[in-house]
């Protein structure tokens, strides 16, 4: 699937929060919403479709950001293997967390996991019994790609 990947890096940490999706991502129709009510227990099923994309940006430690695109109902276990992927040492374990609740169960969809429409999750490095901390995240290549955001 096309992610639309980009690697940022934000003139602030902060800034990486600050998704640019225009209002009408958001937006549900009136049709939106007659529909909702006419169909109470397909409630879930609307929304999925409204949403059919998710942005997702994952905050690293060395103060770059990718950001990517994916479905609504793709797993979580999507967004793993894009960052194992595109890791330095790709052996080494990692967690992606959303605010301090790690995103463990790689078989929930996007959309279960509160990652719709769009998220900010914070990569870590996992404890490895004998390496040292990992200072390089991504890839060389990756690294040549990065994007400097104002």
């Known amino acids: 699937p096309d992610r639309d990947l980009r690697i940022l890096r934000f003139n602030t940490a902060s800034s990486a929060g600050i998704l640019s999706v225009p209002e009408?991502?958001?937006?549900?129709?009136?049709?939106?919403?007659?529909?909702?009510?006419?169909?109470?227990?397909k409630v879930h099923a609307v929304k999925v479709r409204r949403y059919n994309r998710c942005m997702v940006r994952i905050q690293?430690?060395?103060?770059?950001?990718?950001?990517?695109?994916?479905g609504p109902t793709e797993k979580v276990?999507?967004?793993?293997?894009?960052?194992?992927?595109?890791?330095?040492?790709?052996f080494r374990a990692f967690a992606l967390?959303?605010?301090?609740?790690?995103l463990e169960d790689r078989t929930r969809s996007l959309?279960?996991?509160?990652?719709?429409?769009?998220?900010?999750?914070?990569f870590r490095w996992l404890p490895?019994?004998?390496?040292?901390?990992?200072?390089?995240?991504?890839?060389?290549?990756?690294?040549?790609?990065?994007?400097?955001?104002?």
């Open 97 to 102: 967390g959303l605010g301090s609740q790690e």
């Open 24 to 41: 009408s991502f958001f937006e549900l129709t009136r049709a939106d919403m007659v529909q909702m009510q006419q169909a109470s227990g």
């Open 60 to 70: 690293l430690p060395s103060e770059v950001t990718i950001q990517a695109v994916f």
């Open 77 to 90: 276990g999507a967004l793993y293997e894009l960052v194992a992927g595109m890791l330095a040492e790709p």
């Open 128 to 150: 490895m019994e004998g390496m040292e901390p990992c200072s390089m995240v991504l890839t060389e290549e990756l690294m040549q790609t990065v994007v400097a955001i104002n």
């Open 111 to 122: 959309w279960d996991s509160g990652l719709v429409p769009s998220a900010l999750l914070h």
